[in-house]
């Protein structure tokens, strides 16, 4: 074990003295690197979750992160005895060859291979949706669904009977009710209160086992959201 480790601390002199009028290269070249192993200075293998990962650029800029870290950027300096230095870190390079690295520092011995795994997708920012304010109740005609229901933060749910579970908008060309509210278990064709007209406000005036005044947030886009009494449903026309 002793001997192990005497042969990798003079790994850096045994490759300069194969050629010692070559330089050690000042640079890395381009690429993504990623730790496969680490041991104690004795060589002891031991396991670890903050995995570092690497990645060179043209001359002497790079960036490393550990694994869900944040990223460091800047740029790192190789001295003529093979000491890599990252500025907040640095190590000594024991080995540097096309498909391995391996760094040394006083706390143990580092093994790296080339990072193969596919970057990150990228990120696309979505942009905000403009909402179309809702002024003809003809726009919302049509058997609407709650798939989600949201509760504020200082609201508490409504008793179950009173929740909306669905909503059939018929409009002004049906009869004197514009639709049906169902919460609950309301059965089919009892539904807990009816539409009578959708003010200025795009609040839906209801009536049924009591009076009830329904915020329209948005119908748009195949989804429509409603709000009441700080709980707003998310509905959509399910075929």
Not at 76 to 102: C, E, K, M, N, W
Not at 104 to 121: E, F, R, W
Not at 218 to 228: F, I, W
């Amino acid at each position: 074990m002793k001997r192990l480790l005497f042969l990798l601390l003079l790994l850096p002199g045994l490759l300069m003295a194969k050629d010692k009028k070559k330089p050690i290269p000042k640079h890395f070249l381009p690429g993504r690197w990623v730790e496969v192993k680490r041991t104690t200075l004795d060589s002891a293998q031991f396991a670890f979750s903050d995995t570092l990962f690497m990645q060179f650029y043209a001359r002497d800029t790079f960036t490393y992160k550990v694994r869900d870290g944040f990223v460091y950027r800047g740029k790192y300096t190789i001295d003529d005895d093979g000491h890599l230095d990252f500025g907040t870190v640095s190590y000594d390079i024991a080995l540097r060859r096309p498909q391995s690295i391996i760094l040394t520092n006083a706390k143990g011995i580092y093994y790296y291979v080339p990072d193969t795994s596919a970057l990150p997708p990228e990120v696309v920012l979505v942009k905000e949706e403009k909402i179309v304010p809702v002024t003809d109740i003809d726009t919302m005609i049509g058997r609407w669904t709650v798939y989600k229901k949201e509760v504020g933060k200082d609201d508490g749910a409504p008793d179950f009977d009173l929740q909306i579970r669905s909503v059939y908008v018929t409009g002004l060309s049906s009869s004197n009710d514009l639709g049906s509210i169902y919460c609950g278990n309301d059965p089919d064709g009892k539904p807990s209160a009816v539409i009578k007209s959708l003010g200025v406000d795009q609040s839906l005036e209801c009536v049924g086992k009591r009076p009830r005044i329904i915020k329209v947030v948005k119908c748009q886009k195949g989804e429509m959201v409603l709000e009441e009494a700080g709980v707003s449903y998310y509905l959509k026309q399910f075929r």
